[in-house]
């Protein structure tokens, strides 16, 4: 009896241990821009548990969005978040699990759209490791990316433009999220 306790102890420790030894990370690539390292540290503490089963795929997005919404939701009342409210809060979980999810299920769109802005995005990567401010580097990014699609789209004319008028290229989300990542590997080195 006395063996049976203790290997279930054991068990449980072990478990316990690993599943926050590999806990996910938030990609940073996938935050909202005015998202700061902080907020993003809370969020990861509270819902890493919900991305490591987002990863795996025994979470699909709408549960998993659910799950963390009631745990930030619930990390905010009870004052647990140093002050940061569920406004900010929830849209980094929501916008980590959409994009950890998409990555997942095509892994391959990924691969390919990275291949594409390696080279589309060169120089602007390279005035990032030389220094250049990162919101400007992601609006050129960003601009780069449209223009691929359109050449003669005007990043600052369509949108100064009111939402319903704007005329924008049709473009993946993976390519922004692909080209965040990109500038952010480009900034640390």
């Given amino acids: 009896m006395k063996k049976k306790i203790f290997t279930l102890i054991i068990t449980a420790a072990l478990t316990a241990t690993n599943a926050t030894a590999f806990a996910a990370e938030i990609p940073r690539e996938t935050t909202p821009l005015n998202a700061t390292e902080e907020q993003v540290q809370i969020t990861e503490n509270i819902i890493s548990g919900i991305l490591d089963e987002v990863q795996t795929g025994k979470l699909g997005y709408t549960l998993a969005a659910g799950y963390a919404n009631t745990r930030i939701r619930k990390a905010v009342i009870a004052g647990e978040t140093n002050g940061h409210g569920y406004g900010i809060l929830s849209p980094i979980a929501q916008n980590a699990i959409r994009d950890m999810r998409d990555m997942m299920l095509r892994p391959?769109?990924?691969?390919?759209?990275?291949?594409?802005?390696?080279?589309?995005?060169?120089?602007?990567?390279?005035?990032?490791?030389?220094?250049?401010?990162?919101?400007?580097?992601?609006?050129?990014?960003?601009?780069?990316?449209?223009?691929?699609?359109?050449?003669?789209?005007?990043?600052?004319?369509?949108?100064?433009?009111?939402?319903?008028?704007?005329?924008?290229?049709?473009?993946?989300?993976?390519?922004?999220?692909?080209?965040?990542?990109?500038?952010?590997?480009?900034?640390?080195?």
Avoid: H, W
């Fill in 108 to 189: 391959d769109v990924y691969a390919q759209a990275e291949e594409q802005l390696k080279v589309l995005l060169a120089d602007i990567i390279i005035e990032v490791e030389n220094g250049m401010d990162m919101n400007t580097a992601i609006k050129a990014a960003y601009e780069k990316i449209y223009q691929s699609v359109n050449p003669t789209f005007n990043y600052d004319e369509q949108f100064s433009l009111d939402t319903c008028y704007r005329d924008i290229p049709a473009v993946g989300m993976e390519m922004f999220t692909v080209a965040r990542k990109l500038l952010n590997d480009a900034q640390k080195k």
